[in-house]
């Protein structure tokens, strides 16, 4: 198995990428900690892995918060003695609004959650990495880092902004044997869909829409990133760090 003995921790995890990941990363024998503001989705996860015969935990956590983020870190090394993934995966998404409609309350949430949450998991998880010599951090960004649409600038700009920190973060701890990468998926089958449709509920109208900009005809399952986040964690991607991994069906080229 490729992450036999390893532990990770996932945010984001009670559904949706983190989800599909925890349970994917389990398959391949890491124990996984898996954090989200629903602890009650946690659990429904942890239950998932368990019955498959893996080991996991779930745990409430604010990754806006250091001490969460810490919290999740120390419990990981005191459970199974060691950290060897951080998948900084938690997130908001953003209605399509023109930037003059867009309120400040809205801003500092999109940016404390996708841009401070992954930065708090980097200083909470990377010490322990640097220490053991190994590990690997990872970041769901998105293609709007890349090509954004309109009406999403903001989210757009905090996705922009994890993938420069994954540079600079893998520049950092190189040394130390420690990786990381920024993953951009194109739009997902996750609960943040319709927000992104700019839609209370997804509709053929807008699935239409969206899968007509994919060159591979289709949006991704949270499968399709579980598998690359299982790869990029495993000794298969060894010389692979600070770079950003377009899982997109070619929307980027």
Not at 16 to 42: C, F, H, Q
Request: hydrophobic share 50%; with cysteine.
């Amino acid at each position: 198995m490729k992450l036999d003995g390893r532990v990770a921790i996932i945010t984001g995890g009670a559904s949706g990428i983190g989800a599909a990941t925890a349970v994917a990363m389990a398959a391949e024998g890491a124990r996984i900690v898996i954090a989200d503001v629903n602890e009650a989705g946690t659990k429904s996860v942890v239950e998932r892995i368990e019955r498959a015969g893996g080991q996991a935990l779930g745990m409430a956590a604010d990754i806006t918060r250091m001490a969460d983020n810490q919290a999740l870190v120390d419990r990981a090394v005191a459970t199974w003695g060691r950290l060897d993934v951080f998948y900084a995966n938690a997130g908001v998404p953003q209605w399509k609004t023109e930037v003059e409609q867009v309120e400040e309350a809205i801003y500092d949430r999109i940016m404390n959650v996708n841009v401070k949450g992954v930065w708090l998991g980097a200083r909470a998880a990377l010490p322990a990495m640097k220490k053991a010599k190994r590990g690997v951090f990872l970041i769901t960004a998105s293609t709007a880092a890349i090509r954004p649409r309109p009406g999403g600038q903001t989210y757009a700009m905090s996705k922009g902004a994890v993938v420069t920190l994954a540079k600079a973060l893998a520049l950092e701890v190189a040394p130390d044997g420690v990786r990381v990468v920024a993953i951009c998926p194109v739009a997902t089958h996750t609960p943040m869909l319709p927000t992104f449709m700019g839609k209370r509920e997804v509709d053929a109208e807008g699935l239409a829409r969206y899968e007509a900009t994919v060159p591979l005809g289709r949006l991704n399952q949270p499968e399709d990133i579980a598998r690359t986040a299982v790869f990029l964690a495993s000794d298969d991607a060894a010389m692979i760090t600070g770079t950003t991994i377009e899982v997109d069906g070619g929307r980027c080229i």
